[in-house]
């Protein structure tokens, strides 16, 4: 099973990013998805969830009304669209799945993907 995360990039503050991670090897077009990130010398931090299905969605309060998870069943791949990026936004995203449909709430997932650096320059 591979998550193949891409879209990251190097971007002005303002400016926007749109993340996918194509889903390989399985599908999970029945279990959560989510974002996560690590910015240098921090924790990893939730970023945004998704549902499996009808779409219901979940945002950390440093994202919210910037960021909109979305996700593509028929392609087993999720999104991140990123608006109004901040240099804060400056991480490692990482896309990841709950098998045991633990609730959007839940920072426990698992299948990690490998990752891709958003840098946001002020």
């Known amino acids: 099973v591979q998550l193949q995360a891409s879209g990251g990039g190097v971007v002005q503050a303002g400016g926007s990013l749109r993340l996918s991670c194509a889903a390989s090897?399985?599908?999970?077009?029945?279990?959560?998805m989510g974002w996560f990130r690590q910015a240098p010398g921090k924790e990893r931090e939730f970023v945004a969830a998704?549902?499996?299905?009808?779409?219901?969605?979940f945002y950390a309060d440093s994202v919210k009304g910037r960021f909109t998870i979305s996700r593509d069943n028929a392609k087993n791949t999720v999104y991140l669209q990123m608006n109004s990026l901040k240099p804060e936004d400056t991480a490692v995203y990482y896309c990841?799945?709950?098998?045991?449909?633990?609730?959007?709430?839940?920072?426990?997932?698992?299948?990690w993907g490998q990752g891709t650096q958003v840098t946001v320059s002020s």
């Open positions: 990841v799945v709950d098998l045991r449909d633990r609730g959007l709430g839940t920072r426990q997932y698992d299948y």
């Open positions: 090897g399985r599908t999970f077009s029945s279990h959560n």
């Open positions: 998704i549902s499996w299905s009808r779409g219901m969605t």
